[in-house]
């Protein structure tokens, strides 16, 4: 019997998708990845649907959005609309059988939803219903979870909320960053799309709805989400380092002794535990052990001294990054200050 099955799915996914037309919509690197996996394969979408170019850095460069680069690669028809709905039309003159979405950036209204014949799928990276919204990569990692994973799901009005049809888990590793997860997580969600389109076209899975009462949500981060609070403990800001490296990043400011503010971007970190004795001013700056740079942290539980958070990484605005024993050789007079 499995045999038989694996027989169709492989007859529709190399013959039926031929007269299969798939609309995709995505901006970032995470639909950049599913993009081209997919255009590699039968499952070439007829047209891309992505986010305005937009100025990036210092020199406000026009940069294309990761999605678009993809689409060019592999001569994909492209529309980038301010509004999902200003595309209605050539959208409906597409006459697709799918929508895919993946990382767009917008919530598709009803009479874009409605468009496609089979409907529309979301490939979202978390184990829907956990970590509806904006960020679930970085909050995985942020509350210190040990796995994630892929949903894909049917579509409706509600952000994150349609009936799933199919899921699939990833361990997350010790020293996983934002930005390996997303990779790890699109590269999942691209081979799990496939094999879901497949078995979808040829009516093999049943939608199961989501627990609403399971629910957990992730806001939209900002640039200032990325500021390092050091009354935290050092265990929560290795984690937060880790989250926030594909964005927003994490900095904090070193008052210099002559008054001068400096935005230090944190870029690697590790936690150095406290076995009691002096506790030192919060934010406050040391040399630890391998000649690299420790920060007093807030302790995790009542009793002793704080533990210490390791930068092994860090970059001052406009340099490069480079490593706590270089830097403290280009700034002799750094120990001592209170990273504010």
């Avoid at 992505?50 to 993809?70: E, H, N, S, Y």
């Avoid at 009803?110 to 799928?121: A, H, M, T």
């Avoid at 900095?251 to 004795?277: C, H, P, Q, Y």
């Avoid at 009793?303 to 990054?321: R, T």
Wanted: hydrophobic residues 35%.
């Amino acid at each position: 019997m499995k045999k038989q099955r694996d027989k169709s799915l492989f007859y529709f996914t190399m013959v039926q998708y031929e007269k299969l037309k798939i609309i995709f919509l995505g901006t970032p690197e995470f639909g950049a990845i599913i993009l081209e996996k997919l255009a590699e394969t039968n499952f070439k979408p007829v047209l891309v649907i992505t986010a305005p170019d937009k100025p990036v850095g210092r020199k406000q460069i026009l940069t294309l959005p990761p999605v678009k680069v993809i689409a060019q690669k592999y001569k994909i028809p492209t529309l980038q609309p301010d509004k999902i709905l200003d595309s209605k039309f050539k959208i409906q003159d597409s006459k697709p059988d799918l929508i895919v979405v993946a990382a767009y950036g917008q919530i598709l209204p009803k009479g874009i939803l409605d468009i496609p014949k089979r409907g529309s799928l979301n490939v979202h990276p978390s184990l829907l219903p956990k970590y509806r919204g904006a960020s679930p990569i970085q909050y995985a990692i942020l509350n210190g979870d040990k796995k994630t994973g892929v949903t894909i799901m049917l579509m409706d009005e509600k952000m994150d909320r349609g009936p799933i049809l199919n899921q699939r888990t990833l361990e997350i590793e010790k020293d996983e960053t934002s930005t390996t997860l997303h990779r790890k997580l699109a590269n999942l969600g691209a081979g799990l799309l496939m094999e879901t389109i497949s078995k979808w076209m040829q009516g093999m899975i049943k939608p199961r709805p989501q627990d609403d009462a399971q629910a957990t949500y992730t806001k939209i981060l900002t640039r200032e989400d990325g500021r390092i609070n050091w009354k935290k403990t050092a265990k929560d800001l290795e984690q937060e380092i880790r989250a926030f490296d594909y964005w927003p990043g994490s900095f904090t400011f070193w008052e210099k002794r002559d008054g001068t503010m400096v935005r230090i971007k944190i870029l690697k970190s590790r936690v150095l535990e406290s076995k009691g004795g002096i506790t030192y001013s919060i934010g406050k700056t040391l040399v630890v052990p391998q000649n690299e740079i420790g920060v007093q942290c807030r302790k995790g539980f009542l009793g002793g001294g704080g533990d210490f958070l390791v930068i092994e990484k860090l970059q001052i605005e406009g340099k490069k990054e480079i490593g706590s024993e270089e830097f403290l050789r280009g700034y002799p007079d750094f120990i001592g200050t209170i990273f504010k």
